[in-house]
């Protein structure tokens, strides 16, 4: 802006060198016209210095050569010996003459005048653009140093986390072994107890050593389950097609022992391959089909019922929505939905949320054994396929999980 101000400033002080050029030019362009007489036309001639003074001064200069050049247009011609029959034919001539002139001049000078504007548009946006550039250099250098915080941020992060799985790996080293030989003791000299010394001892005694044996067992289910909890975040998932209602069969043969003296219906519908880990698909299935099996117990018959849904919008919209487990259960509605249903004793859907944390139990321990871990260790596996998990029931009607992978 500074530039072009000067460049109009250098204009304007020279106007008087064009005027004077101009005049200068429409002399000699009379004087040739004079000269080459009225046979040869020079009128063409007459615009050149016509358009120099307007497109290097100013309109106003423009219209004092087109005046001039009319003038001296008529009197070369007057004095070249051009005869009219009328002196108005003349002055019309040069009226006319004029007229062209002046209107090449305002046909010029509003070129010009557009052309000043274009250039002063040209010159705003060129600085806009500029401040623009600036201020996106602005903005990606803070991105660059955010980045460079919030990548320093994280390693510090990722440090502070792997020293911290550092110290659960060392804990669960403890349990498993400084924890187990107590265990171990306390069981087995309770058994020698019991085994040798059993007359000896009042049956309060006895019944107390049964407690004593039968919480370390259960202590050592415990930490067994909180190994198995804490590997999982540390096992690799090696994905691959994987047949679930192989892994069913299999598990019900595992789980053949829970089975036996009760009359147990077990209807496997048709399950769809999926991309899973065998070995933690598999563990979901038995800690669910554990459950079940275990949560049947006081029925007379028993009916557990495995089966995937592929098109549940409307079945499964009310059950997964009283939590945030629904986000898993409709995000992909093509995708296999696999469920294990029950007969059993069910539970209070208020209490749900409670279903997958560490310890949590919705029924009396003495009535159902377990841990309250294996639908905790369910969930993480599912969580590591991307998956979901959860459930719907009715106390004293059953209840279904159902997941995702």
């Given at each position: 802006?500074?530039?072009?101000?000067?460049?109009?400033?250098?204009?304007?002080?020279?106007?008087?060198?064009?005027i004077?050029?101009?005049?200068?030019?429409?002399?000699?362009v009379?004087?040739?016209?004079?000269?080459?007489?009225?046979?040869?036309?020079?009128?063409?001639?007459?615009?050149?210095?016509?358009?120099?003074?307007?497109?290097?001064?100013?309109?106003?200069?423009?219209?004092?050569?087109?005046?001039?050049?009319?003038?001296?247009?008529?009197?070369?011609?007057?004095?070249?010996?051009?005869?009219?029959?009328?002196?108005?034919?003349?002055?019309?001539?040069?009226?006319?003459?004029?007229g062209?002139?002046?209107?090449?001049?305002?046909?010029?000078?509003?070129?010009?005048?557009?052309?000043e504007?274009?250039?002063?548009?040209?010159?705003?946006?060129?600085?806009?653009?500029?401040?623009?550039?600036?201020?996106?250099?602005?903005?990606?250098?803070?991105?660059?140093?955010?980045?460079?915080?919030?990548?320093?941020?994280?390693?510090?992060?990722?440090?502070?986390?792997?020293?911290?799985?550092?110290?659960?790996?060392?804990?669960?080293?403890?349990?498993?072994?400084?924890?187990?030989?107590?265990?171990?003791?306390?069981?087995?000299?309770?058994?020698?107890?019991?085994?040798?010394?059993?007359?000896?001892l009042?049956?309060?005694?006895?019944?107390?050593?049964?407690?004593?044996?039968?919480?370390?067992?259960?202590?050592?289910?415990?930490?067994?389950?909180?190994?198995?909890?804490?590997?999982?975040?540390?096992?690799?998932?090696?994905?691959?097609?994987v047949?679930?209602?192989?892994?069913?069969?299999r598990?019900?043969?595992?789980?053949?022992?829970?089975?036996?003296?009760?009359?147990?219906?077990?209807?496997?519908?048709?399950?769809?391959?999926?991309?899973?880990?065998?070995?933690?698909?598999?563990?979901?299935?038995?800690?669910?089909?554990?459950?079940?099996?275990?949560?049947?117990?006081?029925?007379?018959?028993?009916?557990?019922?495995?089966?995937?849904?592929?098109?549940?919008?409307?079945?499964?919209?009310?059950?997964?929505?009283?939590?945030?487990?629904?986000?898993?259960?409709?995000?992909?509605?093509?995708?296999?939905?696999?469920f294990?249903?029950?007969?059993?004793v069910?539970?209070?859907?208020?209490?749900?949320?409670?279903?997958f944390?560490?310890?949590?139990?919705?029924?009396?321990?003495?009535?159902?054994?377990?841990?309250?871990?294996?639908?905790?260790?369910?969930?993480?596996?599912?969580h590591?396929?991307?998956?979901?998990?959860?459930?719907?029931?009715?106390?004293?009607?059953?209840?279904?999980?159902?997941?995702?992978?």
């Amino acid at each position: 802006m500074k530039l072009r101000a000067h460049h109009v400033s250098l204009g304007r002080h020279s106007d008087s060198f064009w005027i004077v050029f101009g005049f200068v030019l429409v002399l000699l362009v009379g004087g040739i016209d004079y000269l080459t007489g009225p046979e040869v036309s020079f009128s063409i001639f007459y615009l050149f210095p016509v358009s120099l003074a307007v497109w290097l001064s100013a309109r106003w200069a423009g219209i004092l050569i087109s005046l001039a050049s009319a003038t001296t247009w008529l009197v070369a011609d007057l004095v070249a010996g051009a005869t009219y029959s009328s002196p108005v034919i003349a002055l019309w001539n040069a009226a006319v003459r004029l007229g062209f002139f002046l209107i090449v001049t305002y046909i010029l000078s509003a070129l010009k005048e557009l052309k000043e504007h274009l250039e002063e548009r040209v010159e705003e946006r060129t600085a806009a653009l500029g401040a623009e550039i600036a201020e996106r250099k602005r903005v990606e250098e803070e991105i660059r140093r955010l980045n460079e915080e919030l990548e320093q941020r994280v390693g510090e992060r990722t440090a502070e986390l792997e020293a911290i799985n550092k110290e659960l790996e060392a804990f669960s080293y403890s349990i498993s072994h400084d924890l187990r030989a107590p265990l171990r003791a306390i069981g087995g000299f309770s058994r020698i107890v019991l085994e040798e010394f059993a007359p000896h001892l009042p049956e309060q005694a006895q019944r107390y050593l049964d407690m004593v044996r039968g919480n370390a067992q259960q202590m050592g289910h415990l930490i067994d389950d909180l190994l198995s909890f804490s590997r999982l975040s540390r096992q690799p998932v090696h994905r691959q097609p994987v047949a679930p209602g192989d892994l069913v069969k299999r598990a019900l043969e595992d789980l053949r022992a829970e089975q036996e003296g009760r009359h147990v219906d077990i209807i496997i519908g048709d399950l769809p391959v999926c991309l899973a880990d065998p070995s933690l698909l598999k563990q979901v299935w038995m800690n669910l089909l554990s459950n079940a099996l275990k949560f049947t117990r006081r029925r007379e018959v028993a009916v557990i019922e495995i089966g995937c849904l592929t098109d549940s919008h409307s079945s499964l919209q009310i059950a997964t929505s009283q939590s945030d487990r629904s986000r898993s259960a409709i995000s992909h509605p093509k995708s296999p939905i696999y469920f294990v249903r029950d007969n059993g004793v069910g539970f209070e859907m208020q209490y749900a949320n409670k279903l997958f944390e560490v310890f949590q139990r919705l029924h009396n321990a003495e009535e159902y054994e377990g841990t309250g871990v294996g639908l905790a260790i369910a969930q993480r596996i599912l969580h590591r396929h991307g998956g979901r998990i959860w459930a719907e029931a009715e106390v004293d009607r059953g209840a279904t999980f159902y997941f995702t992978l």
